[in-house]
């Protein structure tokens, strides 16, 4: 089975705070990719990343970055906490190989609240 | 146009009733779908996936693709109260992306 583990399942912070969110799988996987979920607004991707060292903008790339120095590992970071980043955050991982049936498996999420 | 779409809902069907949720998409060269089931507050879990033309059948779910009107289904027998979850369809482009496409969501309710 993929297990997709992340940092913590829910987070409090400060307005104007530095944030980390990690990730982690244990199965290999080639990309992985970072979701805030909204209530009404679906999943929407931040970043994605396809190997180590790379990444790319998803659909609301601002205000976030991310770093993956390691396979297994992909960060999430938001350098100045704001309030409307208040959210479920959702890591996912995929094997890569580019098959059709490639499917994506989540970690537990992330509930952040900034105050 | 919304790349993909789903009715939001509630659908809601009593226990043992078939549960039929819909799926559309813009995306013409589209190749794989996805669905995946999300209790609240929990994380999305693939169900099953299709990317061929007609019917497929895991157990009590079965997919269903028709590509020339850009429309996939999600049919569930037999409803249980436990099947009460948010459903997410998921379009991939085609093998060289990476990428899926979700929809917002149709949230089932399944009555005792």
């Known amino acids: 089975d993929v297990k997709v583990t992340q940092s913590s399942r829910y987070l409090v912070k400060r307005t104007g705070e530095k944030v980390f969110l990690e990730c982690v799988q244990d199965?290999?996987?080639?990309?992985m990719f970072w979701y805030r979920q909204d209530p009404g607004l679906g999943l929407r991707l931040i970043y994605f990343?396809?190997?180590?060292?790379?990444?790319e903008k998803g659909d609301i790339p601002e205000g976030y970055s991310v770093s993956r120095e390691k396979k297994e590992r992909f960060s999430l970071i938001l350098e100045s906490a704001s309030t409307n980043q208040t959210s479920m955050y959702l890591c996912?991982?995929?094997?890569?190989?580019?098959?059709?049936?490639?499917?994506?498996?989540f970690g537990p999420g992330t509930r952040l609240l900034v105050l | 146009q919304k790349e993909v779409e789903q009715n939001s809902g509630p659908l809601s069907v009593p226990e043992g009733a078939i549960a039929s949720l819909n799926c559309t998409y813009s995306?013409?060269?589209?190749?794989?779908f996805f669905w995946y089931r999300q209790y609240s507050g929990k994380s999305p879990e693939l169900i099953m996936f299709?990317?061929?033309?007609g019917d497929k059948e895991d157990g009590r779910f079965t997919a269903q693709l028709n590509k020339a009107s850009q429309y996939v289904s999600l049919l569930i027998r037999d409803s249980q109260p436990s099947d009460s979850a948010t459903y997410l369809c998921?379009?991939?482009?085609?093998?060289?992306?990476?990428?899926?496409?979700f929809g917002k969501g149709t949230m089932l309710l399944v009555s005792p």
């Open positions: 996912a991982s995929q094997s890569g190989r580019g098959a059709l049936e490639e499917t994506q498996y």
């Open positions: 199965m290999d996987h080639e990309n």
């Open positions: 990343s396809y190997d180590v060292k790379m990444k």
């Open positions: 995306d013409r060269g589209s190749q794989s």
């Open positions: 299709i990317y061929s033309n």
């Open positions: 998921a379009v991939n482009k085609g093998s060289g992306y990476s990428t899926l496409t």
